[in-house]
């Protein structure tokens, strides 16, 4: 088993700046792709992005990219994601995910979740 616990949520202004956490614990040497996924209130979770958890591969879903940046901290079994610009459409509960297989943009494609940390961005 994997535990997942995000960090890091908040209330912050448009046009600023919000970096969320998601520590790992557990059976992490069977982890080999982190993602990051949001859900807004009565919209589908979406994916919002992920990384090879050895590192060289990234993902981004078209409406991130370029504000977001996901990177990992493989001696603190942490992956973190850095959003600049935010937008009040970015306010939702982000969930951090992580599985055994490839990376995926896919949902439930992931094992392992965390409980989610809310983002609002306040216009």
């Known amino acids: 088993q994997v535990q997942l616990v995000e960090s890091g949520g908040g209330l912050v202004q448009a046009g600023g700046s919000l970096r969320v956490s998601c520590a790992a614990s557990?059976?992490?040497?069977?982890?080999?792709?982190m993602g990051w996924f949001r859900q807004a209130p009565g919209k589908e979770r979406e994916f919002v992005a992920a990384i090879r958890w050895s590192g060289g591969m990234v993902y981004y879903a078209d409406s991130v990219k370029g504000r977001f940046a996901i990177s990992r901290d493989n001696a603190k079994n942490t992956v973190y994601l850095q959003m600049n610009s935010l937008k009040p459409e970015d306010t939702a509960v982000y969930y951090c995910?992580?599985?055994?297989?490839?990376?995926?943009?896919?949902?439930?494609?992931?094992?392992?979740w965390g409980q989610g940390t809310q983002v609002t961005v306040s216009s």
């Open positions: 995910a992580a599985r055994e297989g490839v990376v995926t943009t896919v949902s439930y494609e992931y094992n392992y």
């Open positions: 557990g059976r992490t040497f069977s982890m080999h792709a």
